[in-house]
């Protein structure tokens, strides 16, 4: 399907009031919709799954699903008899299925790394005011969901609203919003991301950059992020959050964030001239959990916005320093909190915990409040059913499968003992003895397939840290 502009292609619709704008079930190589129409938020208009599965992807496509333009849409696979969406015969993990739910989804974009570079789910044409809900993202080269409108510095995205994804077993980002590119770039405005299962990402489980006022990221699963540090797009494109604030308050909480190359969490404070900045701006970061990590823990670039940046009630653990195996002139982290050198931003850091060999932060500036974050005991999460146990103790055990760590000096050969697990084109696969540049789908010898992963990461009854990731029933 491709349709550039909506109203050109049927003028005969009403675009300001139609209510829903059904894709019929099958498969397709690639889906454009553009030019979608400015709706209200109180009568906005659901595009939806009609008559079964639509399943995008598998073809070397130029792109996979792109939505372009409008405001006050909704795209969901969410079955409601009620509403008149999506399928009963693809409910996903909307009723509580969520163990081994791949593949149920009312949409389904699946690439199966088809086309380097590809993304699953692309925003923008100056979207806004838009929702996603109820998608299933897997298998493509680049990132699970991105949103920005390049090189355009007034197409602001306000009131989106990004819940119930499952995206899993990408080449890069999980989730991608805001351009990395020079100014002027857009901003984002009242973006809330939530109740998401982003896991198995190449690169970071999530890019959220250009954020404007009142952004909220929370009850998230977020890895395992950087399973692709040895051979990733690029050099140190292995952290699991990276977070840029321009301007305005907002909260990072509640999330669960697990695997990490460098770095759990790189926050860019980011400096726009003519952005409305305020003395009263907070960055927030509250009662996540952070575990597992082959470098450090946590950056704050030194760029003065007047921002406020708070990192409370948090806890880190799963310490395990190997990065050196990629970057061998890596030293040991000395901390597990860095603060960039005399950075301008008051930082308060407080009633933070960590289970390791570094203290919270050592190197404080005058800008730095830091109280009551001490070495203790954590105790670990308890999913009800996600992968193998071992890589659930461990996650930095899971590993894209690379005959080569090309982003090493020497772009050494990575040799697999025995017990090693690796994901390959979307599937895991435990060693049954060392190797080396044996790919594991054409070397039963060497690899053992293993069954495709639960991905049901709510939290046991009797797991520690209750309250944190996805929840389930929904509020």
Not at 15 to 29: C, M, T
Not at 245 to 273: A, K, M
Not at 416 to 421: E, R
Request: net charge negative; hydrophobic share 35%.
């Amino acid at each position: 399907i491709a349709v550039p502009d909506l109203a050109e292609a049927f003028p005969e619709v009403d675009w300001s009031a139609l209510d829903r704008l059904y894709i019929p079930a099958g498969e397709y190589r690639s889906i454009l919709l553009g030019g979608l129409p400015e709706r209200s938020a109180e009568r906005p208009l659901v595009i939806t799954n009609l008559g079964g599965q639509v399943k995008v992807g598998g073809d070397a496509a130029n792109h996979l699903f792109v939505l372009k333009g409008g405001k006050g849409w909704i795209l969901t696979g969410r079955h409601d008899p009620v509403s008149k969406t999506g399928d009963e015969g693809f409910r996903g993990h909307a009723e509580g299925g969520f163990a081994r739910s791949q593949g149920t989804y009312g949409i389904f974009i699946d690439d199966a790394f088809s086309k380097e570079g590809l993304s699953g789910l692309a925003i923008g044409g100056g979207a806004s005011d838009f929702e996603l809900e109820v998608i299933e993202v897997a298998r493509v080269e680049f990132a699970g969901v991105i949103a920005k409108t390049d090189d355009d510095g007034q197409a602001t995205m306000r009131n989106v609203k990004v819940h119930d994804l499952y995206v899993h077993d990408v080449g890069s980002e999980g989730i991608y919003f805001g351009s990395t590119q020079a100014q002027p770039q857009h901003a984002f405005e009242r973006l809330e991301v939530y109740d998401n299962r982003f896991l198995r990402t190449g690169t970071e489980a999530l890019q959220v950059g250009q954020l404007g006022s009142d952004c909220e990221i929370h009850h998230n699963v977020l890895g395992p992020g950087a399973v692709r540090w040895r051979s990733a797009f690029d050099h140190y494109q292995d952290g699991n959050v990276q977070f840029g604030q321009r301007y305005g308050s907002s909260t990072f909480h509640h999330n669960i964030v697990i695997g990490t190359g460098d770095l759990f969490v790189e926050l860019f404070p980011t400096r726009v001239d003519q952005d409305p900045r305020s003395p009263g701006d907070t960055i927030s970061f509250t009662d996540n959990y952070f575990a597992d990590t082959s470098l450090g823990g946590v950056y704050t670039h030194a760029v003065d916005t007047g921002a406020t940046i708070r990192f409370e009630r948090n806890v880190f653990l799963g310490f395990h320093f190997n990065y050196g195996e990629v970057y061998p002139d890596t030293e040991e982290p000395v901390q597990v909190f860095g603060v960039g050198s005399n950075a301008p931003n008051p930082h308060i850091l407080r009633d933070n915990r960590v289970d390791g060999p570094y203290p919270f932060i050592k190197w404080l500036f005058d800008s730095v409040t830091a109280e009551d974050n001490p070495n203790v005991e954590v105790p670990r999460v308890r999913f009800r059913d996600f992968m193998a146990g071992a890589i659930d103790e461990n996650s930095r055990r899971l590993e894209w499968w690379t005959d080569r760590a090309t982003l090493s000096p020497d772009a050494r050969a990575v040799v697999y003992p025995k017990g090693a697990y690796v994901l390959h084109q979307g599937a895991l696969y435990e060693a049954l003895e060392e190797s080396q540049g044996k790919q594991p789908d054409q070397h039963p010898d060497a690899w053992r397939a293993l069954p495709p992963p639960a991905d049901d990461v709510r939290l046991r009854a009797d797991s520690p840290h209750q309250g944190l990731g996805v929840r389930w029933p929904p509020p």
